[in-house]
């Protein structure tokens, strides 16, 4: 990724954690960074063994950059594997999940843009947590 993308990730991540309020999951947690018209920008930190619900949107995209960790993503019928700098996006409508592989919390930044950002607009099929 060029063009400083990685460099602004991190800086949002070493500034962001300060003052703002962790939303607890069974899974981890998110800090909502950014919460604008236009995008919303969540720091998400799942913990070791831990996944999120098979999901999907029907108002956004999402675009994944990770700061820490390992995982497996699922986008659709494709799982990709993910680590620090990576990235993945994730079109509305896409059923998708991101499952922390690694021995340590696996740490990313969502943006999401479209025209809906609300929590609401989360359908999930599978749940580890019985959320589904």
């Known amino acids: 990724m060029g ?3 990685k460099e602004t990730f991190h800086a949002i991540d070493e500034a962001g954690g300060e003052g703002k309020a962790r939303d ?3 899974w981890g947690y998110y800090e909502v960074l950014a919460d604008l018209s236009d995008c919303k ?3 998400i930190v ?3 063994g831990c996944r999120l619900s098979l999901q999907r949107h ?3 995209d999402e675009h994944w950059f990770v700061l820490a960790g390992d995982a497996l993503v699922t986008i659709g019928r494709k799982e990709i594997p993910v680590a620090k700098n990576g990235s993945v996006d994730i079109p509305r409508a896409f059923l998708h999940r991101v499952n922390n592989t690694g021995s340590g919390d696996f740490v990313f930044i969502e943006v999401q843009t479209g025209d809906y950002f609300g929590e ?3 359908e999930r099929l ?3 947590y019985g959320r589904a």
Request: no cysteine; hydrophobic share 20%.
């Open 120 to 122: 609401d607009d989360i």
């Open 24 to 26: 607890f999951r069974p």
């Open 3 to 5: 063009d400083g993308r």
């Open 41 to 43: 920008v969540k720091r």
């Open 126 to 128: 599978e749940d580890d």
């Open 46 to 48: 799942v913990y070791p």
């Open 58 to 60: 029907k108002h956004r």
